[in-house]
T-cell receptor, first 114, second 112 residues
């Protein structure tokens, strides 16, 4: 158990809909990362937050947004969903978000867009 | 362009055999290189982290090597077990950003 909690584990929705994925980082970790992993693909970095502020942005679509709340949990919002958004979405956390730190990953949310 | 390439894409070995996975990177300036194990449908789990000055690091039956001059790393698995079946991901971070560059992974299948 990494200590990173993601909910829900599975999500099935239709095209055009909007969903929210939730992540609780390990106790004490201030930084949260979001990644997308499509079938048989590598992990694609979406966005990073540190202590409530956006720190780095990757290949995140404009239809996607995220935020980190004062209690350090984070939410990833996906809107106007398309079939191609079907993927595993992982959240990871680290103490201060620096490159030398170990990343701890949650078990992911499997999103299926039908 | 910062890239991480892994080979082979997939590998099938018999239980008890050894294998070596490769990772080549062009990330600069280099900070550290990590190997992760990802079971199907699960989040990646860290195996090793190596900095510029480290050549070898072991974690049980897993041994990672790093050649910072040639920008190559390998992950050697000794006496493979069925539970080693997973994807192995090489991740390199750059010194100037809090960014991680992920390889596409090597899918290992250990057969009895």
């Amino acid at each position: 158990d990494s200590g990173v909690t993601q909910t829900p584990k599975h999500l099935i929705t239709a095209t055009g809909q909007r969903v929210t994925l939730r992540c609780s980082p390990r106790s004490g970790d201030l930084s949260v990362y979001w990644y997308q992993q499509s079938l048989d693909q590598g992990l694609q970095f979406l966005i990073q937050y540190y202590n409530g502020e956006e720190r780095a942005k990757g290949n995140i679509l404009e239809r996607f947004s995220a935020q980190q709340f004062p209690d350090l949990h984070s939410e990833l919002n996906l809107s106007s969903l398309e079939l191609g958004d079907s993927a595993l979405y992982f959240c990871a956390s680290s103490p201060t978000g620096q490159g030398r730190e170990k990343l701890f990953f949650g078990s992911g949310t499997q999103l299926s867009v039908l | 362009k910062n890239q991480v390439e892994q080979s082979p894409q997939s590998l099938i070995i018999l239980e008890g055999k050894n294998c070596t996975l490769q990772c080549n990177y062009t990330v600069s300036p280099f900070s550290n290189l990590r190997w992760y194990k990802q079971d199907t449908g699960r989040g990646p789990v860290s195996l090793t982290i190596m900095t510029f000055s480290e050549n070898t690091k072991s974690n049980g039956r897993y041994t990672a090597t790093l050649d910072a001059d040639t920008k190559q790393s390998s992950l050697h698995i000794t006496a493979s077990q069925l539970s080693d079946s997973a994807s192995y991901i090489c991740v390199v971070s750059a010194n100037n950003f809090n960014k991680f560059y992920f390889g596409s992974g090597t899918k290992l299948n250990v057969k009895p």
